[in-house]
């Protein structure tokens, strides 16, 4: 046998050593685990139950490349051993690796097929691989050795949301966390799904998400946050240090929100440090780069390194665009690295986290009156809370595609989580209702057979004839842009209603027709609609919003003259004045600073 790959010989001290790292290690005391591991490895490098346990120590530090390096090591010394391979297939889908990540699972099975952590596991990769059947059968196959496996029942609930079935994920997820109401992960699942429910109110998000923090308290360490001195800082006449911090600065709705505004601050009074939690790089995160900001890469850091580059960089203002989607780092904010901490842009409710201070709203999305469901303070713009930079180079808008001798197309651009079940129901209606008219669904996931086959079947089961919607998925951007000309009503989803979809749609002249929510997810294609002049759009209830939209299709004339002024209107509108907003910021960003130096 290579001695590169042995096995261990007995060792009592090392298995004393070892069974001491465990209980560290399950007691929370990860530096501690971390100390006896790196003894064991000292004296011998092939120990390889240390090695697993190192890893997944680094893993959930945060520490990805010295956790790969561990968990390789573990599986080159004992390449028969499943739940090293395990291991090994946690810290690549960590590292973005997927394709390593799902065959590590694979070979994981097919030497212990009975456990449902592996098969969950391997689910997992499959789902962020849009993999969506396989990963159905695999979950099923999880849930069949174990009914009550909770994180298969969340990825199970996963699968049915980006599949358009929300409300059925909903009940998989109440399941997971009945089984594990001490999960930390289920509980920010939850968090994130509960914008998407009509059945839930922004006081149900805010005592989700508050108990979520409870909870998150109870299970892990105390972080002692840093503390700030003001009185030199209020002396200086440096430009204010401005921090962001996001997993989507690239060709994101957030990311291509953000650029325009990196390239109007007033680069003399403000200075501006971008951290990045995301892997993929394309034109938005280059010219990012090259925008005289400092760029810090912290997807493979601690939460604790972050906090001391923060802290380290002198930022004045921090500012969260992620709340709690995917890839944020909230917990970074715990640490308070920065004196001023705000919330912005990324999320559509509060992060229930008391070290962020503001979040930054504007009066429709966030009325007088709704401050009570949020924990931060709201500041609000004077305008919008976002604001749009049109795409280059686009067609002008065309005329209404419906003439006397056509039909209506009515059209939805959105995320396909946004569809659920009283969606489809209230469109089907819709169609029901103004003969012969079609529905045309474009978005990229739709791309994928099994959720273009799920959106049908949900239109079908609600009595809609497969060939009035039609579906279509990911094209070229000029084919993208020129399907707007087949459109001639847009109809926004609800209760989470479009963003940067609703301004797309408007810039390309297809009214938008919009039900306005009780929170802030459902506020703001209503927010963009009254600041363009054009509130006749939003209406009030499924019934206003059915007959608004009828109403519409059967007025070609006052259709027509939607369209010939919609572009105009949005390119007037304070939405598309990027100087006026960042100016707008940025007096935001100094008038909180001045009233932190004055307390």
Request: charged letters at 20%; glycine letters at 4%.
């Amino acid at each position: 046998m290579n001695s590169s790959v042995r096995p261990a010989p007995p060792d009592k001290a090392a298995d004393t050593r070892l069974a001491q790292a465990m209980q560290a290690f399950q007691a929370g005391d990860l530096k501690q685990a971390r100390e006896q591991c790196l003894r064991i490895i000292g004296n011998d490098p092939h120990r390889s139950p240390a090695l697993h346990l190192l890893s997944t120590i680094y893993l959930q530090s945060g520490h990805l490349n010295d956790a790969h390096q561990c968990s390789q090591s573990a599986v080159s010394n004992a390449p028969s051993n499943a739940i090293y391979l395990n291991g090994l297939g946690l810290t690549l889908h960590a590292l973005g690796r997927l394709e390593d990540a799902e065959a590590a699972f694979e070979k994981a099975i097919t030497l212990q097929s009975d456990l449902p952590d592996l098969l969950n596991n391997k689910a997992a990769v499959q789902i962020d691989r849009d993999h969506l059947t396989q990963a159905l059968e695999t979950l099923r196959d999880a849930l069949r050795l174990e009914p009550s496996h909770s994180n298969a029942l969340v990825n199970k609930a996963t699968v049915l949301q980006k599949l358009g079935r929300t409300i059925e994920g909903m009940k998989y997820l109440d399941q997971a966390f009945e089984q594990q109401p001490q999960s930390i992960e289920i509980a920010q699942n939850r968090l994130m799904m509960l914008n998407y429910s009509s059945a839930h109110s922004a006081a149900d998000v805010l005592e989700h998400t508050t108990s979520y923090w409870r909870l998150k308290d109870r299970l892990s360490p105390p972080i002692e946050p840093f503390t700030h001195s003001h009185q030199l800082k209020q002396k200086s006449k440096k430009p204010l240090r401005i921090g962001y911090v996001s997993a989507d600065l690239f060709d994101h709705p957030v990311g291509r929100i953000l650029l325009p505004i990196l390239k109007a601050h007033n680069k003399r009074d403000f200075s501006l440090f971008l951290y990045a939690n995301n892997v993929a790089e394309d034109h938005v995160s280059k010219e990012m780069k090259s925008n005289d900001c400092t760029w810090h890469e912290i997807y493979n850091k601690s939460d604790d390194d972050v906090a001391t580059q923060i802290k380290k960089d002198g930022i004045d203002v921090l500012i969260d665009l992620s709340g709690h989607t995917d890839g944020n780092r909230l917990g970074v904010f715990r640490h308070k690295p920065a004196p001023i901490q705000m919330t912005w842009l990324g999320h559509v409710s509060t992060t229930g986290l008391s070290e962020i201070d503001y979040i930054i709203a504007d009066r429709f999305v966030l009325p007088e009156g709704d401050e009570r469901f949020y924990t931060e303070s709201a500041l609000r713009l004077p305008n919008a809370h976002l604001c749009f930079s049109p795409p280059r180079e686009t067609p002008a808008p065309q005329h209404a595609p419906a003439g006397p001798d056509s039909f209506i197309t009515f059209g939805c651009f959105s995320n396909i989580t946004k569809l659920n079940e009283r969606v489809i129901r209230t469109w089907s209606r819709i169609l029901e209702r103004v003969p012969e008219s079609k529905l045309l669904i474009k978005n990229a996931s739709l791309s994928n057979d099994a959720i273009a086959q799920s959106v049908r079947q949900q239109f079908a089961d609600s009595g809609t004839p497969r060939d009035q919607v039609i579906v279509l998925g990911k094209t070229n951007y000029n084919d993208h842009i020129n399907t707007f000309g087949h459109v001639d009503i847009a109809l926004d989803t609800f209760p989470y209603g479009g963003m940067t979809t609703t301004l797309e749609t408007l810039w390309m002249g297809v009214p938008v027709i919009a039900l306005a929510g009780q929170s802030w997810a459902g506020r703001v294609s209503a927010s963009i609609l009254t600041l363009m002049g054009i509130p006749e759009l939003i209406t009030r209830s499924e019934e206003e919003y059915i007959a608004k939209a009828v109403t519409f299709a059967q007025d070609q004339e006052g259709l027509a003259a939607i369209r010939r002024n919609t572009r105009v209107l949005l390119e007037s509108s304070p939405l598309c004045d990027i100087s006026r907003f960042t100016k707008s910021l940025e007096c935001l960003y100094q008038n909180a600073w001045q009233a932190h130096c004055q307390a």
